[in-house]
């Protein structure tokens, strides 16, 4: 009797097991295995869990690549202004190796006719790694193992949180799909909110630039410029975003603003060659960037701005040319020279000599 009880028990458990595990994967709220079935919609909102998914079993020709700055944009912008078919691949505080990680597995089993990537200064100086695992991303999404999607099928969290919630979206009427992982409808944007964010670093001086800065933004730019020959079937559209003069007071109080305006340059430098390659400079637009009526904190800005970006795209203003890359980059060093210098007394009156010795563009 004892014997049969525990069969019993062992055959309802696996049979329970095996329908949560079937749940799962016919849901599949993260996109590990496909792309939404039964009518369902998109629902993506949680982009460590969902891009690798999204970027691998959807059907798109479009990618747009970027850091939470990039997370904003509608889908559907791109779509209208290119005729394409867009999905992200969003990673906050992005390395230049971690959304190169999301290309190279667009480019397995998709032909891509665009990529628009926001082209972030700190990215183009950051270590030449991959940061998945080192914060904590869930690697059983990423990987080509079987053996760990344990961690995905019995997870109380997919089964009881996020199965519903996309089920709930996903019934909506009105749910735009175009708005993956978009936050900005959650959030306010003003002058007294950008300030109220900005936690003004103390000054530690102006660092030295030398060869192992310039030789991580060099590697750095070389890989995407590998990529971009690599793909000429596909047109770049890479674009600088527009970051606020707090923030470049930040990075002129932290002592980078040489490092950040050379990664600036030498990007330049090196991606306008290729004919496949687009290149847009955001970061001098004074009535962006100079008005903090745009922004929530020192770098993200309102989604009006974001439209802006794709109008921009479109049309072909504010692209950089081997005609005029040079006086932009030099134009653009003049700016932050005076946004650090006098257009933040406006915010902080008591300055005294604090800032940087002036512009040096790329080159020097």
């Given at each position: 009797?004892?014997?049969?009880?525990?069969?019993?028990f062992?055959?309802?458990?696996?049979?329970?097991?095996?329908?949560?595990g079937?749940?799962?994967?016919l849901?599949?709220?993260?996109?590990?295995?496909?792309?939404?079935?039964?009518?369902?919609?998109?629902?993506?909102?949680?982009a460590?869990?969902?891009?690798?998914?999204?970027?691998?079993?959807f059907?798109?020709?479009?990618?747009?690549?970027?850091?939470?700055?990039?997370e904003n944009y509608?889908d559907r912008?791109?779509?209208?202004?290119?005729?394409?078919?867009?999905i992200?691949?969003?990673k906050?505080s992005?390395?230049?190796?971690?959304?190169?990680?999301?290309?190279?597995?667009?480019y397995?089993?998709?032909?891509l006719?665009?990529?628009?990537?926001n082209?972030?200064?700190?990215?183009?100086?950051?270590?030449?790694?991959?940061?998945?695992e080192?914060e904590?991303?869930?690697?059983?999404?990423?990987n080509?193992?079987?053996?760990?999607?344990?961690?995905?099928?019995?997870?109380k969290?997919?089964?009881?949180?996020?199965?519903?919630?996309?089920?709930a979206?996903?019934?909506k009427?009105?749910?735009?799909e175009?708005?993956?992982?978009?936050?900005?409808?959650?959030?306010?944007?003003s002058?007294?909110?950008?300030?109220?964010?900005?936690?003004r670093?103390?000054?530690s001086?102006?660092?030295?630039?030398?060869?192992?800065?310039?030789?991580?933004?060099?590697?750095?730019?070389?890989?995407?410029?590998e990529?971009?020959?690599?793909h000429?079937?596909?047109?770049?559209?890479?674009?600088?975003?527009?970051?606020?003069?707090?923030w470049?007071d930040?990075?002129?109080?932290?002592?980078?603003t040489q490092?950040?305006?050379?990664?600036?340059?030498?990007?330049a430098?090196?991606?306008?060659?290729?004919?496949?390659v687009?290149?847009?400079?955001?970061?001098?637009e004074?009535?962006?960037?100079?008005?903090l009526?745009?922004?929530?904190d020192?770098?993200?800005?309102?989604?009006?701005v974001?439209?802006w970006?794709?109008?921009?795209?479109?049309?072909g203003?504010?692209?950089?040319?081997a005609?005029?890359?040079?006086?932009?980059?030099?134009?653009?060093?003049?700016?932050v020279e005076?946004m650090?210098?006098?257009?933040?007394?406006?915010?902080?009156?008591e300055m005294g000599?604090?800032?940087?010795?002036?512009p040096?563009?790329?080159?020097?």
């Open positions: 009797m004892e014997k049969k009880f525990v069969t019993r062992l055959i309802q458990s696996a049979a329970l097991l095996l329908l949560i079937a749940a799962v994967v849901a599949d709220p993260f996109y590990h295995y496909h792309a939404p079935a039964g009518g369902l919609k998109a629902v993506a909102n949680k460590e869990y969902q891009c690798i998914g999204t970027i691998r079993n059907e798109y020709d479009g990618l747009l690549l970027g850091s939470s700055m990039a509608n912008w791109l779509d209208e202004a290119f005729s394409c078919k867009t992200k691949g969003i906050s992005a390395s230049t190796m971690d959304l190169l990680y999301y290309l190279e597995a667009a397995q089993d998709h032909e006719r665009y990529v628009f990537y082209l972030d200064l700190f990215a183009l100086s950051a270590e030449l790694k991959c940061h998945f080192d904590g991303m869930p690697l059983y999404l990423y080509d193992s079987i053996l760990d999607d344990v961690d995905y099928l019995f997870n969290d997919v089964l009881f949180e996020y199965i519903p919630y996309q089920l979206v996903s019934l009427q009105d749910y735009d175009g708005t993956s992982y978009n936050w900005a409808q959650y959030k306010s944007f002058q007294e909110e950008a300030l109220r964010h900005y936690e670093p103390a000054v001086g102006v660092k030295d630039f030398g060869e192992d800065e310039r030789a991580a933004i060099n590697a750095n730019v070389a890989l995407l410029a990529m971009a020959g690599a000429p079937e596909t047109e770049f559209y890479f674009f600088y975003p527009p970051y606020s003069l707090l470049w930040s990075v002129d109080r932290d002592g980078r490092e950040y305006l050379y990664a600036a340059g030498r990007a430098e090196t991606l306008i060659p290729y004919e496949n687009h290149l847009y400079n955001f970061l001098a004074e009535d962006i960037v100079c008005n009526n745009y922004y929530m020192a770098m993200h800005f309102s989604a009006d974001n439209r970006i794709v109008e921009q795209l479109k049309e203003g504010y692209v950089l040319t005609e005029n890359y040079e006086e932009e980059m030099a134009r653009l060093g003049r700016l005076r650090t210098e006098e257009d933040i007394k406006k915010y902080f009156p000599e604090e800032t940087w010795d002036g040096q563009l790329y080159g020097s």
